[in-house]
């Protein structure tokens, strides 16, 4: 009987090591390798030879932090613009480069340049901070150039977060200002693009600026700093403090109606339409979202007249408000 019962109990701890097994796999496949290498040109010329600052390796999923580095005195003697370049390095100190899981189709390595203000593109109304020039090399599609876009799978998108402490000095050299900061890719030709990128800039509870964060949807030729005119290109906004749910407009509405919501962090988000006994008739939104405002427009022509609710759920966030069909 005794050896019944521990031949059970071995069984079980068998059990569990084989499920514990399964978990971690789970958690990891699908997941693709990110190697990376950070650098900085000696000159404007992007032949030039390069000055490593740092390089290190990751998975979809993690956060790539880039550690402080100093330009070699030998380098400072030689003029303003290595003196300059030593301000973009710090500017990039600490920050973090993240691509979310489901972004890649295969395993990647990171090129990546930080450029000098020194080295703007010129264009009229657009004045440069720095350029990240990201070059992909693919493990089955190979190396893409600098000026095209490596697209990210599923429409998912990276970050790259500054630490505003870093950051801003080197904005307050260029008389920039953090809040009116804009973000753009530079295509062939060096054509600005304001489309897939957007910055948010966050501030703590005495308003004091803390991370500059440009969110992507591919990778090539990145360019920030500022614009003095009105243009296509995004602008940036402020992260929202608190999750919240708003009221629908209009309510009551016949058959569409917007609905908004506010994100103070990434994570899995859901919006959800029940009728007014707790069924399900429509779910708006199931994903992760990043940090922001969105709106979204509810279409209720296939349903009939009554009362319905609109359910918000994002990490530990839950809210849910009511609203009016009238045919």
């Given at each position: 009987?005794?050896?019944?019962i521990?031949?059970?109990?071995n069984?079980k701890?068998?059990?569990?090591?084989?499920?514990?097994l399964?978990?971690?796999?789970?958690?990891?496949?699908?997941?693709?390798?990110?190697?990376?290498?950070?650098?900085?040109p000696?000159?404007?010329?992007?032949?030039?030879?390069?000055i490593?600052?740092?390089?290190?390796?990751?998975v979809e999923?993690?956060?790539?932090?880039?550690p402080s580095?100093?330009?070699?005195?030998?380098y400072?003697?030689?003029g303003?613009?290595?003196?300059?370049l030593?301000?973009?390095a710090?500017?990039?100190?600490?920050a973090?480069?993240?691509?979310?899981?489901?972004s890649l189709?295969?395993?990647?390595?990171?090129?990546?340049?930080?450029?000098?203000?020194?080295?703007g593109?010129?264009?009229?109304n657009?004045q440069?901070?720095l350029a990240?020039?990201i070059?992909v090399?693919?493990?089955?599609?190979?190396?893409?150039?600098?000026?095209?876009?490596y697209?990210?799978?599923?429409?998912?998108?990276?970050?790259?977060?500054?630490?505003?402490?870093?950051?801003?000095?080197?904005?307050?050299?260029?008389?920039?200002s953090?809040?009116?900061?804009?973000?753009?890719?530079?295509?062939?030709?060096?054509?600005?693009?304001?489309?897939?990128i957007?910055?948010?800039?966050?501030?703590?509870?005495?308003?004091?600026p803390?991370?500059?964060?440009?969110?992507?949807?591919?990778?090539s030729k990145?360019?920030?700093?500022?614009?003095?005119?009105?243009?296509?290109l995004?602008?940036?906004?402020?992260?929202?403090?608190?999750y919240n749910?708003?009221?629908n407009?209009p309510?009551?509405?016949?058959?569409t109606?917007?609905?908004?919501?506010?994100?103070?962090?990434?994570?899995f988000?859901?919006?959800?339409?029940?009728?007014s006994?707790?069924v399900?008739?429509?779910?708006?939104v199931?994903?992760?979202?990043?940090a922001?405002?969105?709106?979204?427009?509810?279409?209720a022509t296939?349903?009939?007249?009554?009362?319905?609710?609109?359910?918000?759920?994002s990490?530990?966030?839950?809210?849910t408000?009511?609203?009016?069909?009238?045919?």
């Open positions: 009987m005794n050896f019944k521990r031949m059970g109990e069984m701890k068998i059990l569990f090591t084989i499920m514990l399964l978990f971690f796999v789970g958690t990891t496949i699908g997941q693709h390798n990110i190697s990376y290498g950070v650098s900085v000696t000159s404007c010329d992007e032949a030039s030879p390069t490593s600052i740092s390089s290190g390796s990751g999923g993690d956060v790539i932090t880039i580095f100093s330009i070699p005195e030998k400072l003697l030689l303003a613009y290595f003196k300059e030593q301000l973009v710090t500017a990039f100190a600490g973090e480069i993240s691509i979310p899981k489901g189709k295969e395993n990647i390595s990171l090129d990546i340049d930080l450029t000098s203000a020194k080295c593109s010129g264009f009229d657009l440069e901070a990240l020039t070059t090399i693919g493990e089955t599609s190979g190396g893409h150039k600098p000026f095209q876009y697209n990210f799978e599923n429409e998912k998108e990276a970050y790259i977060k500054f630490k505003a402490e870093n950051i801003i000095p080197l904005l307050e050299k260029l008389e920039m953090p809040k009116k900061i804009i973000g753009w890719f530079a295509k062939e030709g060096l054509y600005p693009d304001g489309k897939g957007r910055a948010i800039l966050s501030f703590d509870s005495d308003s004091n803390v991370d500059l964060t440009f969110y992507l949807r591919h990778f990145i360019i920030i700093g500022t614009s003095t005119a009105v243009t296509d995004q602008t940036i906004e402020e992260l929202p403090s608190v749910l708003n009221q407009y309510n009551p509405f016949n058959p109606t917007n609905i908004s919501y506010s994100l103070p962090e990434s994570g988000t859901k919006l959800t339409v029940y009728n006994i707790g399900e008739v429509k779910t708006l199931s994903e992760t979202k990043s922001g405002t969105y709106q979204i427009t509810f279409d296939e349903l009939t007249s009554g009362i319905y609710f609109y359910d918000l759920t990490n530990n966030f839950r809210s408000k009511k609203m009016i069909l009238i045919k």
